[in-house]
């Protein structure tokens, strides 16, 4: 997805993550993920900022490290919106308050916003299946359909 984050940067002011996602996406390296150089590149520029570890009281255990920090960093400076697609973590995240976003809304935000068009929406949404992100049938039919009426075309 290093055409997702490219649209990112110039998006968003300041993307911040918490230590247990960097742990994650550098472990990335290992398997060779192609997002990885791009979102270290985005670190080192300054745009994507970790943020050490952080334990809110309230989170449950039983989420991955990952989830609990962001919830967690989430909860300590309230950003627009916290991006999960974990469905355990984003229902957490909801009964704690927080405004959650999947990465499939982002894709239709930036067609709203007029960032892309819905034809490179589209591209990035395959491009986000194809990495092995699950979108049931129907689910990725109707973001399809919210891409175009995010357009204005219907």
């Known amino acids: 997805m290093p055409r997702l984050w490219a649209t990112l940067e110039g998006t968003f002011e300041q993307v911040l993550i918490p230590e247990a996602v960097h ?37 449950p255990e039983n989420l991955g490290a990952g989830e609990r920090e962001a919830i967690s960093l989430m909860t300590r400076v309230r950003a627009d ?32 916003k007029g ?3 819905a034809g490179e929406g589209t591209v990035l949404l395959d491009d986000l299946v194809d990495s092995g992100y699950f979108l049931g049938p129907n689910d990725y039919l109707g973001v399809k359909k919210l891409l175009k009426e995010a357009s204005g075309k219907k």
């Open 23 to 59: 742990a994650e996406i550098v472990s990335g390296l290992e398997i060779q993920n192609p997002d990885v150089p791009v979102i270290l590149g985005a670190i080192e520029k300054g745009w994507v900022k970790v943020v050490p570890g952080i334990e809110a009281p309230g989170v």
């Open 81 to 112: 919106w916290l991006l999960m697609d974990d469905q355990v973590a984003s229902t957490t995240a909801r009964l704690l308050g927080l405004p959650v976003r999947s990465l499939s809304y982002l894709i239709v935000y930036l067609v709203a």
């Open 115 to 117: 960032v892309i068009k």
